[in-house]
């Protein structure tokens, strides 16, 4: 019941960080500060009131409209809102309840990456380097928590985060220099580099290399796809984030069990 009640807190925690995901994620790729100015509608420019940044109830209240100009207001910030608090949820149902916070603030990173990452095949730098601290201050914490009576059994080691950052990093700049050399063009940008660098700190290197097998599989299926149906022409760039993302939270949730089927 206890566990429940963590989960049902830490789904509403979700929603408002959903809320912040958001902002983020609109206005970093336009340089425009997450702290000024307050939220407003992208049409009107009209300022939100309080009662109308209730995460997806608001949306839901005023029928997907701007209270102001009617504007219509894009579904995907209730999903992102929602998909935020299932992450966070999910967090705590599979990891343990203090690694949970650290791993949350990763998954609101992975989040944001995935959809602007989407939108405009760029990540941003300051998304990586928060993440990075707060990987940081984890995998420190998760040595010295016995002194606290403390518990991070999720957190890696010192030589597992390090292994971890060279699992991440290494492989995709390699690729990309081999592509570079060979093709006269980059494989990969380097915010995937660094994004895969900062999240195996989190994982260590044996989980960087699930999430590594995850996103390559996913990400070839669906360029496959995109080929086969004509969506997509040979040689055209597809943004590989969000499936380094993907690969990323499925490896927290299930990686140790894929570890231990495959050896």
Same mark, same amino acid.
């Given at each position: 019941?206890?566990? *429940?009640?963590?989960?049902?807190?830490?789904?509403?925690?979700?929603?408002?960080?959903?809320?912040?995901?958001?902002?983020?994620?609109?206005?970093?790729?336009?340089?425009?500060?997450?702290?000024?100015?307050?939220?407003?509608?992208?049409?009107?420019?009209?300022?939100?009131?309080?009662?109308?940044?209730?995460?997806?109830?608001? *949306?839901?209240?005023?029928?997907?409209?701007?209270?102001?100009?009617?504007?219509?207001?894009?579904?995907?910030?209730?999903?992102?809102?929602?998909?935020?608090?299932?992450?966070?949820?999910?967090?705590?149902?599979?990891?343990?309840?203090?690694?949970?916070?650290?791993?949350?603030?990763?998954?609101?990173?992975?989040?944001?990456?995935?959809?602007?990452?989407?939108?405009?095949?760029?990540?941003?730098? #300051?998304?990586?380097?928060?993440?990075?601290?707060?990987?940081?201050?984890?995998?420190?914490?998760?040595?010295?928590?016995?002194?606290?009576?403390?518990?991070?059994?999720?957190?890696?080691?010192?030589?597992?985060?390090?292994?971890?950052?060279?699992?991440?990093?290494?492989?995709?700049?390699?690729?990309?220099?081999?592509?570079?050399?060979?093709?006269?063009?980059?494989?990969?940008?380097?915010?995937?580099?660094?994004?895969?660098?900062? #999240?195996?700190?989190?994982?260590?290197?044996?989980?960087?290399?699930?999430?590594?097998?995850?996103?390559?599989?996913?990400?070839?299926?669906?360029?496959?796809?995109?080929?086969?149906?004509?969506?997509?022409?040979?040689?055209?760039?597809?943004?590989?984030?969000?499936?380094?993302?993907?690969?990323?939270?499925?490896?927290? *949730?299930?990686?140790?069990?894929?570890? #231990?089927?495959?050896?």
């Amino acid at each position: 019941m206890t566990q *429940w009640i963590a989960v049902g807190t830490w789904f509403g925690v979700g929603l408002c960080f959903g809320s912040l995901a958001n902002v983020v994620i609109y206005r970093l790729p336009r340089d425009i500060s997450i702290v000024s100015p307050p939220s407003g509608c992208p049409a009107c420019k009209t300022r939100l009131v309080f009662y109308d940044l209730i995460p997806i109830i608001s *949306w839901a209240l005023l029928l997907g409209r701007c209270r102001n100009c009617k504007s219509k207001i894009s579904i995907r910030y209730p999903l992102v809102e929602f998909t935020c608090a299932l992450l966070f949820a999910c967090m705590v149902l599979f990891t343990h309840s203090l690694s949970a916070i650290f791993l949350s603030l990763l998954a609101f990173v992975l989040l944001a990456v995935f959809v602007i990452d989407y939108d405009t095949q760029q990540i941003p730098d #300051s998304l990586l380097v928060f993440a990075a601290i707060v990987g940081v201050g984890w995998v420190i914490l998760g040595q010295f928590s016995p002194l606290f009576s403390l518990s991070f059994p999720n957190a890696p080691g010192f030589i597992s985060a390090f292994l971890g950052i060279l699992a991440g990093g290494l492989p995709l700049l390699v690729i990309d220099r081999l592509v570079l050399l060979l093709y006269k063009k980059d494989g990969f940008g380097y915010g995937d580099v660094k994004l895969m660098a900062v #999240s195996g700190l989190f994982l260590g290197w044996q989980l960087i290399i699930v999430a590594f097998f995850i996103a390559f599989i996913s990400g070839g299926a669906f360029a496959v796809y995109l080929l086969v149906t004509g969506r997509a022409r040979r040689g055209e760039y597809i943004a590989f984030g969000p499936f380094l993302c993907g690969g990323v939270i499925v490896a927290i *949730w299930f990686g140790q069990g894929i570890i #231990s089927f495959m050896t």
